[in-house]
């Protein structure tokens, strides 16, 4: 019975939404008018490579160190004996004439300052020659699994709005940092070259499936309700997992395994204490669930998506419901978890 309730709330909803954004031509008396086929939204897609710049470095890097020629011997005063060379000894270390060669010519770093930069790069430099084939690859070696994850994503939050990206491929220092930064309309998205694609892909998958939603969900930036923020975030984690399967629930989520352990332990206290704040959106309860309570939030979210996919609900409808339609099924759906062994 509670997937019929669901599922009922949900296509009722949903084909309000889709008749009224549609649309159709006139139906025959009697028949619902068929919504219009929507058309792809464009994702204009932009790449900067900046591995090459690093590749030569690291080639200019390796190559043997100059030293100074030695100082001639020169003859003893009163004596026709030469006076030993003095052996000329380097003028710059490694280290150092590897770091002045960085900033001269890659310059490129995820890290805060550069003093981290200089450390990380003293650790890493041993571990680059393993890797250097696939830095050699720049862009294209990640292109096809890069452009698998953008398309997932977006089928799965049938993504309705433009959206234009830069993919900025970079070598950087065994940290596997994927980070963004927006230009005007523009969605920069870092992708480190050295690591691993089980490193770089779930980073990647979360940030694309968080712009996406952004730019789908009823709610848009701002959710209004704590059921929207949850939902949100759970909407996000299983998005990632389609695009990246076969991790922990904790990875999707982006919690240590401790948090995401006192959340799952505590799911039954937290839900009795969020299913009567679903429809408060004040600043107070939103600022507590996007911080301190913030791996309840998505605990919560992620165990409601889940019911709600169990349900044939799909995500893109989950993100586009009515405040009052999400709340109603999600108090069904809780009252459920809680009631559970």
């Known amino acids: ?31 619902p008018a068929a919504p219009a086929k929507r058309a792809a939204p464009v994702i204009d897609i932009k790449v900067r490579d900046v591995s090459p710049r690093f590749v030569e470095f690291y080639e200019a890097a390796n190559k043997p160190l100059p030293v100074p020629p030695a100082t001639p011997a020169t003859p003893a005063e009163g004596s026709q004996a030469a006076a ?29 300052d550069e003093a981290a930069t200089r450390k990380a790069l003293e650790a890493a430099w041993p571990r680059y020659a393993a890797v250097l084939p ?28 433009a959206m234009s990206l830069r993919f900025i491929t970079y070598v950087g220092t065994f940290d ?11 969605l920069n998205i870092n992708l480190p070259l050295e690591v691993s694609a089980e490193v770089r892909n779930l980073p ?23 059921v929207e ?19 922990s629930p904790e990875a999707y989520l982006d919690l240590t395994p401790e948090q995401f352990a006192k959340a799952r332990d505590n799911k039954k206290a937290d839900l009795k204490m969020m299913v009567d704040k679903l429809e408060d959106g004040s600043p ?8 301190e309570k913030l791996a309840q939030a998505r605990y919560a979210g992620w ?36 009631r559970a062994k």
């Open 1 to 31: 019975m509670r997937h019929l309730i669901l599922a009922a709330m949900f296509a009722a909803a949903g084909s309000t939404t889709a008749i009224a954004a549609e649309s159709a031509k006139p139906a025959k008396q009697g028949k």
């Open 84 to 112: 030993p060379a003095t052996p000329a000894l380097p003028v710059e270390s490694e280290s150092d004439r590897r770091w002045r060669m960085f900033k001269q010519s890659y310059n490129f770093t995820s890290q805060p």
């Open 134 to 161: 696939q830095i050699q690859e720049g862009f294209d070696g990640i292109s096809a699994s890069t452009s698998a994850i953008n398309t997932k994503i977006g089928d799965q939050l049938q993504l309705e709005q």
């Open 176 to 186: 596997g940092r994927v980070w963004s930064t927006v230009d005007g309309e523009r």
């Open 204 to 226: 990647l998958s979360r940030i694309l499936a968080r712009a996406m939603l952004e730019r789908s969900a009823a709610w848009g930036t701002q959710p209004r309700n704590l």
């Open 229 to 247: 923020f949850a939902v949100g975030e759970g909407v996000l984690a299983h998005a990632a997992q389609s695009a990246v399967p076969g991790l």
């Open 284 to 291: 107070a309860t939103m600022a507590a669930y996007s911080g």
């Open 303 to 338: 165990m409601l998506v889940e019911s709600f996919l169990k349900d044939k609900s799909r995500l893109a409808d989950m993100i586009r419901q009515r405040p009052d339609v999400l709340v109603k099924a999600s108090r069904v759906a809780m009252a459920s978890i809680i």
